[in-house]
């Protein structure tokens, strides 16, 4: 699909729906992306994003109906996808899993919070530990319900999507520093070990600020890291 050229009319499309009262007519929009061979989730996508900047689409389907085939097939393939998932958990996680799931039924919010448990499970590496997970899933969900205007539950399933990875991202960083910071102690421990002892095995005191210089760094770095390893004075 052409970027720049599904943008322009886009964009033509919408000062025709603002000349018209906010208002289009199915075969309009056909006409203007024919060119563009678009599939039948875009087209769908296509319509909801008008039906979103308050366009009226006569001739169109309900959102609801126009776009539950595209939401089922999602739904479908994480349900599928979750179940996958479930079994590469451990035992104790499946048997987590399983009162958690429990827990939820007759809630309020029900299909809503299992079908977080669900992305939360498409989602899990590892990385956190699956309840922690799900607890983020959660949390992304209720944030979303409380920003939410007129869009789908599908929007509210991309928040916690996106809200998830990014703390599985945030994670992930923060392991990088911390295996960096390790592997930064046990060297600087070394260091000073070794030029603590002169060449007869007696030990030679350095000053944070000596040791600073000769290792190439900051002494308040050299400090922070002497704390970590209990070798400051």
Do not use: C
Not at 16 to 37: H, V
Not at 90 to 118: K, T
């Amino acid at each position: 699909m052409e970027i720049q050229k599904f943008k322009e009319q886009m964009l033509a499309l919408i000062q025709i729906a603002q000349a018209q009262d906010k208002q289009l007519k199915k075969e309009q929009i056909a006409q203007a992306f024919a060119g563009l061979e678009l599939q039948e989730a875009q087209m769908l996508e296509l319509l909801r994003y008008l039906r979103l900047q308050g366009v009226q689409i006569e001739g169109a389907e309900p959102e609801d109906a126009a776009s539950g085939a595209v939401q089922a097939q999602t739904q479908d393939a994480e349900e599928t996808g979750s179940q996958a998932a479930q079994a590469k958990l451990s035992p104790q996680e499946r048997e987590y899993l399983r009162e958690y799931r429990a827990s939820l039924e007759g809630q309020a919010m029900e299909a809503y919070l299992q079908r977080a448990v669900d992305i939360a499970l498409q989602i899990h590496n590892g990385e956190l530990l699956l309840a922690d997970l799900i607890q983020e899933a959660n949390v992304s969900l209720f944030l979303a319900l409380e920003q939410r205007q007129d869009e789908s539950d599908e929007w509210l399933y991309e928040e916690i999507r996106r809200g998830l990875k990014r703390v599985v991202a945030q994670q992930r960083q923060q392991d990088f520093e911390d295996d960096y910071l390790v592997e930064k102690v046990k060297k600087l421990d070394e260091a000073v070990k070794e030029l603590s002892e002169d060449e007869d095995g007696k030990e030679s005191a350095f000053s944070v600020n000596e040791l600073a210089i000769i290792l190439d760094m900051e002494p308040e770095e050299m400090r922070d890291i002497l704390r970590l390893t209990g070798d400051e004075a």
